[in-house]
């Protein structure tokens, strides 16, 4: 069975730091690639973070460029998320989503997800 | 603001047909694959659609999609009420260099 599970959420007062972490089990997490997407309290999905199989193409949102690192670690079945400058727009569930090989991001299994909140 | 833009809200009674729409731009439907996703209340999203018109295994064939230019729609036939969610478009945006989700369209069964 295909899982996701992440972890790491938690508060911080903004301008701190958090990483994320998702791991995966059930399938052989080196050969997909990964996202995080997030949601904000009422609010839609935004995506955040790409990263492929083999860590060769990274993509980010404007939103989290220059403020927000993906990693893998594909010896360890884990995707990460490193986030920095933390603002309270960054207020959200944090899910990690595998796309779904052959068919261009189809985000085709989620994680529960892990909350994060920014303030002071 | 999404560039991808759904009603805010669409609804109909059990066994109805309901129909959303998401307009785009040349920059991403009109050039990449639409998926479609739903949330349930208090869940994580499940992918519906992809590529436009394809359905993952074990998505009931009342959800269908469709592509047409600069926009995609989800139908959903035979209305049940658990079909109410919250429903995303999404595609990747070439301008962006991102993938965007659309506006989100909440389904009320009446």
């Known amino acids: 069975e295909v899982q996701l599970v992440e972890s790491g959420g938690g508060l911080v007062q903004p301008g701190g730091s958090l990483r994320l972490s998702c791991a995966a089990s059930g399938f052989t997490f080196s050969s997909y690639s990964v996202n995080w997407v997030r949601q904000a309290p009422g609010k839609g999905l935004e995506w955040v973070s790409y990263?492929?199989?083999?860590?060769?193409?990274?993509y980010y949102a404007d939103s989290v460029k220059g403020r927000f690192t993906i990693s893998r670690d594909n010896a360890k079945n884990s995707l990460y998320l490193q986030m920095n400058s933390l603002r309270d727009e960054d207020t959200a569930v944090y899910y990690c989503a595998r796309a779904q090989v052959g068919a261009w991001l189809a985000l085709d299994y989620w994680g529960q997800g892990t909350p994060v909140t920014v303030s002071s | 603001q999404s560039v991808l833009t759904q009603p805010p809200s669409a609804s109909g009674t059990p066994g109805q047909r309901v129909t959303i729409s998401c307009s785009g731009s040349s920059s991403n439907i009109g050039i990449y694959t639409v998926n479609w996703y739903q949330q349930l209340p208090g869940t994580a999203p499940i992918l519906l659609i992809y590529t436009n018109n394809q359905r993952p295994s074990g998505v009931p064939d009342r959800f269908s999609g469709s592509k047409s230019g600069t926009s995609a729609s989800l139908a959903i036939s035979g209305l049940q009420s658990e079909d109410e969610a919250d429903y995303y478009c999404?595609?990747?945006?070439?301008?962006?260099?991102?993938?965007?989700f659309g506006t989100g369209t909440k389904v009320s069964v009446l």
């Open positions: 990263i492929s199989s083999s860590s060769s193409t990274i």
């Open positions: 999404a595609a990747w945006d070439g301008s962006l260099n991102g993938y965007v």
